[in-house]
């Protein structure tokens, strides 16, 4: 199956990878094929993850498959990195200038306790107010919703309130030339629905691209994502629908099944095999996911035996 999911470049594939079943084995090892069975330039990959600690555990196992000038340009990192570099090389089209700042979460909410504490009436409670809000800007970027369309879907006074806030904090981020985390998302992405000349552009340099820990994108990445690779669709989705706990946060695993959507040519490839765990363990966690809304069936198997029994210990407290 691993084999089969490296191999695979004709078209879009989806890889429903259960826990411990080598999903970035395939990654690093499908840009490795890439670059010397397929004799694609690494400049040309691109391969997106969430975290930086990912990011760098997949660059260090695809240095040791691929060395030297035959790595030069491969891009591995954290969507926010990528939306970086976008916005870096399209700095006018972005409306920045070339020395623009990132605002951190901490600088974030003191320009919204700011815009808060000067637009709105003191019998709010500001903290609950602030946290609210920030959670609410967020949403909006994420699922690309720019500070006019979020006055006008506002359905109650929060919202409304919240909404006008945004335009605020919105004005006051390009008086500074800044933009903050989820603008490197959503900057980008909407440049590339917007921009014909721009979407080609990056189609262009893009000629492959590979996606982990699919089920934690949101609007903007899948849409980011989707705009990249354009009608060619040359991309390796890596997910598990099983696995996704960031929808806090936007994370919308419900995306896997967009793809089946978006791509009705998508192949699935589903790794099984579970290379980390006893049988037992695997019987007990099947039987736990079973219950899970999901639109993938997989079952994990695994050739390490059957294993102790579980056992079911009971605690007074959370202590002990």
């Given at each position: 199956r691993q084999q089969e999911a490296v191999k695979y470049i004709d078209g879009p594939l989806l890889v429903l990878a259960g826990a411990g079943s080598g999903?970035?084995?395939?990654?690093?090892?499908?840009?490795?094929?890439?670059?010397?069975?397929?004799?694609?330039?690494?400049?040309?990959?691109?391969?997106?993850?969430?975290?930086?600690?990912?990011?760098?555990?997949?660059?260090?196992?695809?240095?040791?498959?691929?060395?030297?000038?035959?790595?030069?340009?491969?891009?591995?990192?954290?969507?926010?990195?990528?939306?970086?570099?976008?916005?870096?090389?399209?700095?006018?089209?972005?409306?920045?200038?070339?020395?623009?700042?990132?605002?951190?979460?901490?600088?974030?909410?003191?320009?919204?306790?700011?815009?808060?504490?000067?637009?709105?009436?003191?019998?709010?409670?500001?903290?609950?107010?602030?946290?609210?809000?920030?959670?609410?800007?967020s949403d909006?970027?994420?699922?690309?919703?720019?500070?006019?369309?979020?006055?006008?879907?506002?359905?109650?006074?929060?919202?409304?309130?919240?909404?006008?806030?945004?335009?605020?904090?919105?004005?006051?981020?390009?008086?500074?030339?800044?933009?903050?985390?989820?603008?490197?998302?959503?900057l980008p992405t909407r440049l590339l629905q917007e921009n014909q000349t721009l979407r080609e552009k990056w189609q262009n340099k893009v000629q492959y691209m590979l996606v982990d820990e699919y089920q934690d994108t949101n609007t903007a990445q899948y849409l980011m994502v989707k705009l990249l690779v354009g009608g060619r669709g040359r991309f390796t989705a890596v997910g598990d629908d099983d696995q996704s706990i960031y929808a806090w946060r936007g994370a919308r695993p419900e995306n896997m099944i967009q793809l089946t959507k978006d791509y009705p040519h998508l192949k699935v490839i589903k790794l099984e095999q579970n290379y980390r765990s006893m049988a037992r363990i695997l019987n007990a966690a099947n039987a736990v996911i079973a219950n899970n809304p999901h639109v993938f069936e997989k079952k994990l198997w695994s050739q390490h035996g059957l294993g102790e029994m579980i056992k079911v210990v009971t605690c007074p407290t959370d202590r002990d």
């Open positions: 999903k970035t084995s395939v990654i690093t090892k499908k840009i490795a094929y890439l670059i010397q069975e397929c004799g694609m330039k690494a400049h040309k990959i691109y391969a997106v993850t969430f975290t930086n600690k990912a990011a760098k555990e997949m660059k260090e196992r695809v240095g040791k498959l691929v060395q030297g000038v035959d790595a030069k340009g491969l891009t591995v990192s954290t969507f926010h990195t990528l939306g970086l570099t976008m916005i870096r090389h399209e700095l006018e089209a972005c409306g920045l200038k070339a020395n623009f700042s990132i605002l951190d979460a901490d600088d974030c909410q003191r320009l919204l306790a700011e815009l808060l504490h000067r637009d709105n009436s003191p019998q709010l409670d500001a903290k609950q107010a602030l946290k609210y809000i920030s959670k609410k800007i909006w970027k994420n699922d690309l919703i720019l500070p006019v369309q979020a006055v006008s879907l506002a359905q109650s006074n929060e919202d409304l309130i919240a909404a006008q806030v945004y335009e605020g904090y919105q004005r006051h981020l390009r008086a500074y030339n800044a933009v903050d985390f989820d603008d490197l998302i959503a």
